[in-house]
């Protein structure tokens, strides 16, 4: 059984910092506006960007994903390059017990994308999971979606398979979803 209760609020990586995102309106104000300057492209395939509209709806959700981290049950950092907000990484759908396993979701701002920051941010908390005992990580990511797909190849996860017609992007409506797993005794 893995304890979550002294997962780390702050990991450093080479170029970034991961940190637990605390509601504030100040918060709700930056994750906002990179959303807004980025929402064309995210809500593509992040389903939930539709819903926010407003800093007060981020603000909502922050609130959300801090009763998750509260209870064990979700994860969220703040991707920031010198101090600057740029994406997001989490991990969710956690069973802690004795094949620990969770799933990882992420986002990154148009104008950081193609640097190979996501790559390191997750790699770095790849390395963190895997440290504490999880024994499977698993991306679901939908069909179409080449980027996300890239990261999970280029970090040697395997597809384990499709189920189709499983889910609906912005920009292809219903779609497949693709599912990619690592297992701790494949991490290297």
Not at 1 to 11: A, G, K, Q, V, W
Not at 91 to 108: H, M, T, V
Not at 109 to 138: P, Y
Request: hydrophobic content about 30%.
């Amino acid at each position: 059984m893995i304890n979550l209760s002294t997962f780390p609020e702050y990991i450093k990586t080479e170029r970034l910092d991961l940190r637990r995102i605390k509601p504030s309106k100040e918060n709700a104000n930056i994750i906002f506006d990179i959303i807004d300057n980025s929402r064309e492209s995210l809500e593509q395939w992040q389903g939930f960007i539709e819903y926010i509209r407003t800093p007060d709806d981020m603000l909502k959700q922050l609130q959300k994903r801090d009763e998750q981290w509260n209870n064990k049950t979700g994860f969220c950092f703040g991707i920031f390059k010198n101090d600057k907000f740029i994406g997001r990484i989490r991990f969710f759908n956690i069973n802690p017990g004795e094949i620990a396993s969770c799933e990882i979701g992420y986002w990154l701002s148009d104008s950081e994308t193609g640097h190979g920051f996501m790559t390191e941010a997750f790699q770095t908390l790849e390395k963190q999971l895997f440290g504490i005992g999880f024994n499977r990580i698993q991306m679901e990511i939908d069909s179409g979606n080449i980027k996300s797909e890239n990261i999970a190849k280029k970090n040697n996860y395997v597809l384990e398979g499709r189920t189709r017609q499983s889910s609906w992007a912005k920009c292809c409506g219903v779609c497949d979803t693709l599912i990619y797993s690592k297992l701790k005794s494949e991490y290297k």
